[in-house]
């Protein structure tokens, strides 16, 4: 697989899990909304400022997110490590702003709640038919 028909696959997933580390050191991992954009190995999704994850980035920023697509007969996974940069400032937090997201920050696109992790991709693995291989970012 190449680095941008793995993107391909990463932008037809609804869902992501991303992993950061807590304070014991220990991997912790959630669910998030697909990836708002995609620019070369920078994924960016929204999230609360308030949120455990978001503490957990500023003191590590370590980070691995994952993604899969299960078929009938077929499953896919991807796997990237990196790096979360937390994003507060307003350009950024405007660039993947959508009209509904107003529902879960009440005072919109500037809601103190409101903030952008932006995960940087550093090595990736691909899974499907029982074979796994790296891919080049």
Known sequence: MTKENLYKFISKQKTAFLSSVDENGSPVTRALLAPRKIEGNDMYFSTNTTSEKVKQFIANNKACAYFYER???????????????????????????????????????????????????????????????????
Do not use: H, M, N
């Open 71 to 137: 078929g009938r007969f077929k499953y896919q996974g991807a796997t990237i490590k990196g790096k979360v940069q937390v994003c507060f400032d307003q350009p950024t937090k405007e660039s993947i702003w959508r009209f509904g997201d107003s529902i879960f920050y009440k005072k919109g696109v500037t809601d103190p709640d409101y903030c952008v992790l932006k995960f940087t991709g550093e090595e990736a693995e691909y899974y499907c038919d029982l074979k796994t291989e790296k891919i080049e970012l």
